[in-house]
C-alpha cells in the first residue's frame, strides 16, 4: 500500500514538474501570433519537450526552427488538388479505421511509387501528415504508419535522399507524431535500403519501426494487440478489403482542405477543377450480400 501510494506522489510530482517546463518554455518562446499561435498549444509544447528530454533551451531551438519552416514551407497551405497527381496509384493514403489506441492510420504501399520527382514526394507525404493531425480525436497526439511491401523493387523505391529529406522533416518538425511504423512482409532487398535509411533515424523513432512477417507468430500477435482484424485490410493480416478509389478520396481530401482552413483561420485557396482519376485509400468493412454468400467490401465513410 505505501508503495502503491509513493508511486502515485512520483508520479503527481513528476507531472507537475514537467508543467512547469511547459510555462517555462512559453516564457521563453515569448508572445507568438497567428498560426505560430495556433500550433503551439500546451500539447505540442509538450511533444517538442519530450522529443528532446525535457530540456528547455533545445526545445526552444527547436520549435523556433519548425516554425522558421512553417513559414517557408507552409503545410497548412497545400491543397490536394496540389498533389493528388502524387496519389493516384495510392502509394499513400489515410484510412479509415484507427488502431485499437484511437490513432490516425496511414497507409503506404512503396510498390505504387508512380513519379520521380523527390520534392513531389515530400511534398504529398507532408500534406497527409497535416490532414491526418487534422482528424486525430480530440487528446490523441499520434498517427501510425502501416507500409506494405507488396510489390516494392529498387526501382520503385525513393532514393535515400527523399528518404532522408521524409525522415528529418518527420523528427524535426512533427516530433513525437508517430506512434508506430509496420513495415510488413518487406523482401530482403528492402535490407540494404533499411540500412542506408537507418543511419537518420534517432533512437527513439527507430524503437517505433516495427518489422512484421504474416507466417511469423509473434508478428500475428502483434498486430492484433494495435488492430482489430475486422478493420485491418488482408494486405496486413486482417479481414477488411482495401480499395483505392482514387476519385472518392479526392472527394473527401477536397472537404478536409476546407476544414484545415477553417482550422487555420484564412479562407481556402481557389480550388481548380480536377480532372480525371483522384484517390483516397479507405477500409471501412460493409457485410454486403452476394449470390448468397457475405463477402467484405469497402465502403467510403469519411472519418
Known amino acids: 500500500m505505501f508503495l ?25 518562446l ?10 503551439c498549444t500546451d500539447a505540442c509544447l509538450r511533444r517538442y519537450l519530450e522529443a528532446r528530454s525535457w530540456n528547455v533551451d533545445k526545445a526552444k531551438k527547436m520549435v523556433e526552427e519548425t516554425l522558421k519552416w512553417r ?14 497527381h502524387e496519389g493516384e496509384t495510392g502509394k499513400v493514403s489515410r484510412a479509415n479505421f484507427r488502431d485499437r489506441e484511437g490513432r490516425t492510420v496511414l497507409i503506404m504501399r512503396p510498390g505504387k511509387q508512380n ?11 507532408v500534406y497527409l501528415l497535416e490532414n491526418a ?12 504508419w502501416l507500409i506494405d511491401y507488396t510489390g516494392f523493387s529498387m526501382s520503385t523505391s525513393l532514393s535515400v535522399r527523399t528518404a532522408r529529406d521524409i525522415i528529418n522533416i518527420l523528427q524535426n518538425h512533427y516530433p513525437e507524431r508517430l506512434g508506430l511504423a509496420v513495415l510488413y512482409n518487406p523482401p530482403r532487398i528492402f535490407q540494404a535500403f533499411w540500412r542506408a535509411v537507418k543511419y537518420f533515424l534517432d533512437p527513439k523513432t527507430s524503437q517505433k519501426v516495427k ?29 477488411a478489403t ?22 487555420w483561420g484564412f ?10 482519376r483522384a484517390g483516397r485509400d479507405i477500409a471501412v468493412v460493409q457485410p454486403v450480400v452476394t449470390s448468397g454468400h457475405s463477402k467484405a467490401e469497402v465502403f467510403p465513410e469519411p472519418l
Not at 513519379?115 to 507525404?125: D, F, K
Request: glycine share 6%; aromatic share 10%.
Open 267 to 276: 479562407d481556402d485557396k481557389p480550388c481548380h477543377a480536377f480532372q480525371g
Open 133 to 144: 493531425i487534422l482528424n486525430l480525436p480530440e487528446g490523441q497526439e499520434q498517427m501510425v
Open 211 to 239: 518489422f512484421v512477417y504474416p507466417k511469423n507468430k509473434d508478428s500475428v500477435e502483434l498486430m492484433k494487440s494495435y488492430f482489430d482484424v475486422e478493420n485491418l485490410p488482408k494486405e496486413f493480416g486482417g479481414n
Open 71 to 84: 513559414d517557408t514551407y507552409k503545410p497548412e497551405e497545400i491543397r490536394w488538388h496540389e498533389v493528388a
Open 242 to 263: 482495401l480499395e483505392y478509389d482514387h476519385e472518392e478520396f479526392s472527394r473527401l481530401m477536397a472537404e478536409d482542405d476546407v476544414k484545415a482552413s477553417k482550422y
Open 115 to 125: 513519379t520521380t520527382s523527390g520534392e513531389g514526394n515530400v511534398r504529398h507525404l
Open 4 to 28: 502503491f501510494k509513493s508511486s502515485q506522489n512520483h508520479d503527481a510530482n513528476d507531472s507537475l514538474q514537467r508543467d512547469a517546463k511547459v510555462k517555462e518554455l512559453k516564457v521563453a
Open 30 to 39: 515569448g508572445p507568438l501570433s497567428g498560426r505560430s499561435s495556433k500550433l
